[in-house]
């Protein structure tokens, strides 16, 4: 069953990914015909996405599926960026500085907190 967008059903353009991680197939991506606004649904929780890419990356959440592995520690993430700001742990890098002190950290959210205390 598709899902109506701008009052066309669009059952025929669905085509579906293979989830590994449970072997289950998961029916979800969705192209309008050209010349319609270019939508992208979750058949699970009907979210709309502009880009397939973006609709992809969102079924991780539904799958649990985390491709991204850590060599240090083994430790899996759904994103790139997320393993990116998890290997600072392993590195030690701090590259974010507070202008006031120069205290440095490893992440913004660091930063942001520390800063309560110039205040």
């Not at 393993?83 to 590259?95: A, D, R, V, W, Y």
């Amino acid at each position: 069953m598709g899902h109506a967008v701008g009052g066309m059903d669009f059952a025929d353009d669905v085509t579906s990914m293979n989830n590994e991680t449970s072997g289950r197939n998961i029916v979800g991506f969705q192209r309008p015909p050209s010349g319609h606004n270019e939508e992208h649904i979750c058949d699970i929780c009907y979210k709309m996405f502009k880009w397939r890419s973006k609709l992809v990356e969102h079924y991780r959440i539904h799958t649990g599926e985390k491709n991204f592995k850590c060599n240090v520690c083994f430790k899996t993430f759904m994103h790139k960026s997320y393993l990116t700001k998890h290997f600072k742990i392993h590195t030690g890098e701090k590259n974010i500085k507070c202008h006031i002190c120069s205290k440095t950290f490893m992440h913004k959210s660091y930063l942001t907190k520390h800063s309560k205390i110039h205040t």
